[in-house]
C-alpha cells in the first residue's frame, strides 16, 4: 500500500507550491479553500508570513457552496473586492481538493476578475493531492508566459535563477547561490522567485543564462529557452566541486548557447552505501559533492560508479526522471523507502527520516521546508 | 475600507487547538488521517511538532481514487496496512476522514464494520475533518469533542463520579468546580487528567455529565444520553452572577449548598484590585483565543476600571449582552475581526502618547521587525500579535481557569505579564498551547 505512512511526513501540496512561487511578488493570491490550507501553510511552509505584508488568504468556501456550485460567483466579487482595496500587481487563485473536485472554473473567474479590475489574474487548477514541485511549477511558467515580455536586449553576464522558493531554498543557501553566481564574473537579473522582485521577472528575456536550481525551474526554463534562445544549467552550489561545475556550466552555457547540467555525467551506483533522499537537483548536487569527498578527487571528474546516490521521493513532476542516474530511484512509498535505507550506512536527508533510518546507518540532516516546514 | 469580503486571514499564532491535539487526548489511541496531500500537511507535522510521530499515521488520497471510486477500499486497506506495520497494536483508532469522502458518499459504515471485523481488539472511532462543514451547526470543533468519548461504553454508575467533558485543560485543583464537588464528596473526572486507555473507559461510570464550553455541549448530551445519567451545563463566563448561578446548579443537582458566594466574590475582588495596582491605566486588549468568552472577561475588567482598548475576536456568538455593554460603556472600544483580510495589513494605533516603560505610538504586525513596542498588554496571542507587544498573557480556551478562582488566577497571570517580557515571535510559533513541542 504505497499511499498508507505509518510513520512518515507528507511532502508539501500543489497548492502551496502555487502560492510559495507567488509570494513576494506583491500578488493577492488565495487558495480556493474551506479553512485549513491558509494556517498550514504560514504555519509550515512560509517563513515570511511573521511580520510580512504578503497577501494570502482562503476563500472559506462552504459546504452548501460547493453542493450548489456557487463558490466561483462568490469568490469572484470576494476577490474582486480584494483586488480594488490592496491593488496588487496580480491576483491567483490555486484550487484545493474539493472546488477541483466538483469541478469549479477557476480560470473563468480568474477571467471575471481582470475583467473588472483591469488586474492580470490566474488560476491553477491543482487538486492539492500532488505535491508542491507540480504548483510551483506551473505559477513560475505562467509568470514567464504573462510578465517575461520585454523585448530582447541581452545584458552581459545576467542570470536567471530559476526555481527558488523557500520550500527548497533557506535564505543562507539562496545568498550562496547569488554569492557563486557573482564570484564567476556574472550577475543576477531576476530571481523566480525567492528574494525576486516583480518588476525584474520582465527583464528576465535579456539574461544570458539561466540557472535552475529545483525542478520547479525546469518548465520555466525551457520556455525562456525557447522563446528567448537563453540556455539554461541545471545544478545548486552546495560546496566547493558543485560551485566550481555550475560556475563553468554556466560560462560554457553562455558561450555555446546549450542547456547542460552539472551532474549529466555523474553515474551513481545502485549499491552505493551513502544516499542523498531529497529534492533531485538539491539531492544530486549534494551527491556530486559527497561523491567527490569519498572518491578522494576534488576536481570534479565524473564518475561512472559514483559513490552516492539519490531517492527522490517527490514523483509528480514529469521531469524528475530525467534528472536521475541509473543509481537513482524515485518512490514515494515508505516501505521502499524503509528498504532502500537498510543497504545505507550513510543518509543524507531531513531529519524526519529518522524513524525510518536503520540501526547503525548515519543520518546527517539536511532541513528540508517541503517535508518538514520549521520543525527540523 | 474593504467591505465585507469572505474571504479569510490567518493570523500567525498557533496556540490554538487543532483535531490532532483533540484526538491525542485519548490515551495510547492512534490517529489515522485519510485525506489529501494538502489537507495531511499540515496534521502530520502538527503530530511531529508534538513529538507523537509514534501516535500517527497517514493514508494519502490521489486523484485517480477520487475517478477510480475506490475510496472505501484505499481507506480499508491502507489503515490495515498501517496496523499490520505497527510495532504495537494500540487499543483504540481514530480515524479521521476529510471532505472529499462526503462529497464522494464513501460508505464509512461499511468500512467500520470491515476494520472492526478485521482487528476485534480494537476500537475504532470515526472522526471527520471537514472544514467545508465549519459553518454548520454541527462544526468540526464541536464533532471532535463528541468523537472523544465515543470509545466509552456505560459502566455500573458511581455515584460519586461527575465528569467534566469536552474540554483540553483540566480545571486547577482549587477551581470553584472542585472545590464544590470536594465538599459533597464527589470526584471530578477529566480526559486531560487520564494516563492510560483503561482509566478512559472507566469515563463511563460517571453518575453526571457537566461541560462549561458550548462547543462541548453536544458531547456532553451524547454521553449522558448513553451512560443513561444527567447532562449539566455550566457555561464559563467572568460574570460574577453567572458563576454563582451556575454553582448553585452544581450544588442542587448533587445535594449540597453554595454557600461562599460572597467569600468567592471577596477574593475575585482583592485579586483584580491588586492587579490595578501593578497595572494601572496601561491600554489593555482582549482576543477570542485566551478565552471562550472575550467579551464577558473585556467587561468585568472594564468594570474594574482596567484600560480595556480593544477586542479581537471573530464572533460574538452567545455575548450579546456583554457585547453590547462594552459597546455602550467603554469610549473608543475597538472590535476587530481576527479573519477579516484587512488584518492582514492592520495597525494598532495606541491612545496613549508616552508611557514609563515603551515608546508611544503605532504598532504594525507587518512591520514587527522594526518596532519598539508601546506599553500595551495584551490578553491572548492574537491580541499580541495584532499590538505586537511582549506582555501578553499566554493561554488558551480558558486554560486551568474556572469561577471566582479562576479570576484570581487571571489576575496574578495578568500581573505577571505586565512585568515579564516575552518571546512574542517564539511563544506564538508553538503549535498547540500546553503541548509539547519539538521547535
Not at chain 1, 543576477?188 to 528575456?205: I, Y
Not at chain 2, 472492526?116 to 459553518?135: H, W
Not at chain 2, 471530578?188 to 461541560?211: C, H, R, T
Not at chain 2, 464577558?296 to 477586542?311: P, Q
Amino acid at each position: 500500500m504505497n499511499q498508507a505512512r505509518k510513520v512518515l511526513s507528507t511532502y508539501s501540496s500543489d497548492t502551496f507550491g502555487v502560492i510559495s512561487a507567488l509570494y513576494g511578488l506583491g500578488g493577492l493570491l488565495v487558495m480556493h479553500d474551506a479553512s485549513g490550507c491558509n494556517s498550514t501553510f504560514t504555519t509550515h511552509d512560509e517563513p515570511r508570513w511573521y511580520g510580512d505584508d504578503g497577501l494570502v488568504f482562503v476563500s472559506a468556501v462552504t459546504e452548501e457552496e460547493a453542493v450548489m456550485g456557487t463558490s466561483g460567483d462568490r469568490l469572484a466579487a470576494d476577490m474582486i473586492e480584494a483586488a480594488r482595496h490592496f491593488k496588487p500587481n496580480f491576483t491567483a487563485i490555486a484550487s484545493t481538493p474539493i472546488p477541483w473536485m466538483t469541478g469549479s472554473d477557476i480560470d473563468l473567474t480568474a477571467a471575471e476578475i481582470e475583467d473588472k479590475t483591469g488586474i492580470p489574474s490566474f488560476g491553477f487548477d491543482v487538486s492539492g493531492m500532488r505535491s508542491y514541485e507540480i504548483g510551483a511549477s506551473m505559477a513560475l511558467l505562467m509568470l514567464a508566459k504573462r510578465f517575461c515580455n520585454a523585448p530582447k536586449s541581452s545584458v552581459t553576464g545576467g542570470v536567471n535563477i530559476l526555481g527558488a522558493t523557500p520550500l527548497d531554498l533557506e535564505d543562507g543557501q539562496f545568498e550562496y547561490v547569488k554569492a557563486v553566481i557573482e564570484g564567476c564574473g556574472l550577475n543576477v537579473l531576476s530571481s523566480w522567485s525567492m528574494k525576486g522582485r516583480f518588476e525584474d521577472l520582465a527583464k528576465a528575456s535579456g539574461a544570458e543564462v539561466s540557472l535552475v536550481v529545483s525542478v520547479t525551474g525546469i518548465d520555466t526554463a525551457k520556455y525562456l529557452f525557447e522563446q528567448y534562445g537563453i540556455p539554461y544549467v541545471i545544478g545548486l552550489p552546495s560546496g566547493p566541486v558543485t560551485d566550481k561545475a555550475v560556475s563553468t556550466a554556466l560560462k560554457d552555457a553562455i558561450k555555446a548557447k546549450k542547456c547542460n547540467s552539472i551532474f549529466d555525467g555523474y553515474i551513481s551506483d545502485r549499491g552505493a552505501a551513502t544516499v542523498v533522499i531529497g529534492e533531485p537537483v538539491a539531492a544530486r548536487s549534494l551527491a556530486l559533492e559527497k561523491n567527490s569527498v569519498l572518491s578522494n578527487d576534488n576536481t570534479c571528474n565524473m564518475s561512472i560508479n559514483g559513490k552516492v546516490r539519490v531517492i527522490s521521493p517527490i514523483v509528480d513532476s514529469p521531469n524528475i526522471g530525467a534528472l536521475l542516474s541509473t543509481g537513482d530511484i524515485m518512490t514515494a512509498s515508505e516501505t521502499e523507502i524503509e528498504d532502500e535505507l537498510k543497504k545505507c550506512k550513510t543518509i543524507y536527508a531531513d531529519g524526519l527520516y529518522r524513524f525510518v533510518c536503520p540501526e547503525g546507518a548515519e543520518l546527517i540532516k539536511v532541513h528540508h521546508r517541503a517535508y518538514s516546514g520549521r520543525i527540523m | 475600507m474593504l467591505k465585507q469580503t469572505g474571504l479569510e486571514y490567518s493570523v500567525p499564532a498557533r496556540g490554538g487547538w487543532t483535531i490532532v491535539h483533540v484526538g491525542m487526548l485519548v490515551p495510547e489511541a492512534h490517529e489515522i488521517f485519510v485525506c489529501a496531500a494538502g489537507c495531511l500537511r499540515g496534521v502530520v507535522l502538527s503530530a511531529a511538532e508534538m513529538n507523537l510521530t509514534d501516535r500517527f499515521s497517514t493514508v494519502a488520497i490521489e486523484e485517480h481514487n477520487v475517478t477510480d471510486g475506490d475510496m472505501e477500499e484505499l481507506l480499508v486497506e491502507g489503515v490495515t496496512d498501517i496496523l499490520n506495520r505497527l510495532k504495537k497494536r494500540p487499543p483504540c483508532v481514530l480515524i479521521y476522514t476529510s471532505c472529499i469522502h462526503h462529497f464522494m458518499g464513501t460508505d464509512l459504515d461499511d468500512c467500520f464494520r470491515i476494520l472492526s471485523d478485521r482487528f476485534p481488539d480494537v476500537d475504532f472511532v470515526d472522526c471527520y475533518m471537514t472544514p467545508t462543514m465549519r459553518k454548520s451547526t454541527l462544526n468540526p470543533d464541536k464533532m471532535m469533542r463528541k468523537r472523544l468519548y465515543a470509545a466509552i461504553k456505560p459502566l455500573k454508575t458511581d455515584e460519586r463520579d461527575v465528569l467534566l467533558c469536552g474540554n483540553c485543560f483540566s480545571v486547577s485543583d482549587t477551581s470553584d468546580i472542585k472545590v464544590l464537588l470536594g465538599k459533597a464528596g464527589k470526584r471530578l473526572l477529566e480526559l486531560p487528567s487520564v494516563d492510560n486507555y483503561s482509566d478512559y473507559k472507566k469515563l463511563g461510570s460517571a453518575g453526571l455529565i457537566i461541560s462549561n464550553l458550548s462547543v462541548a455541549k453536544d458531547a456532553a448530551d451524547e454521553l449522558a444520553e448513553k451512560l443513561g445519567v444527567k447532562s449539566l451545563q455550566l457555561p464559563f463566563s467572568f460574570g460574577y452572577e453567572e458563576i454563582r448561578d451556575n454553582l448553585c446548579k452544581l450544588a442542587d443537582e448533587i445535594g449540597t449548598t453554595y454557600d461562599t458566594f460572597e467569600v468567592d466574590k471577596a477574593r475575585a475582588e482583592e485579586a483584580l484590585d491588586k492587579a490595578m495596582k501593578v497595572i494601572g491605566e496601561c491600554e489593555i486588549a482582549v482576543d477570542g483565543m485566551i478565552t471562550t468568552r472575550p467579551y464577558s472577561l473585556a467587561r468585568l475588567l472594564a468594570e474594574h476600571g482596567f484600560n480595556i482598548t480593544a477586542v479581537f475576536s471573530d464572533s460574538v456568538g452567545g455575548e450579546e449582552t456583554d457585547y453590547e455593554w462594552l459597546k455602550t460603556n467603554v469610549k473608543g472600544i475597538r472590535f476587530e475581526k481576527c479573519i477579516s483580510p484587512e488584518m492582514r495589513t492592520f495597525s494598532y494605533k495606541s491612545t496613549v502618547q508616552s508611557n514609563p516603560l515603551g515608546a508611544c505610538g503605532t504598532n504594525t504586525a507587518s512591520n514587527a521587525n522594526n518596532i519598539i513596542p508601546a506599553k500595551l498588554l495584551a490578553l491572548g496571542q492574537k491580541a499580541a500579535y495584532f499590538t505586537q507587544t511582549p506582555y501578553f498573557v499566554d493561554m488558551v480556551e480558558n486554560g486551568p481557569l474556572y469561577g471566582f478562582d479562576g479570576i484570581v488566577e487571571l489576575s496574578r497571570m495578568m500581573t505577571d505579564a505586565f512585568i515579564n517580557v516575552k518571546d512574542l515571535k517564539k511563544t506564538l510559533d508553538i503549535k498547540g498551547w500546553g503541548c509539547e513541542s519539538c521547535i
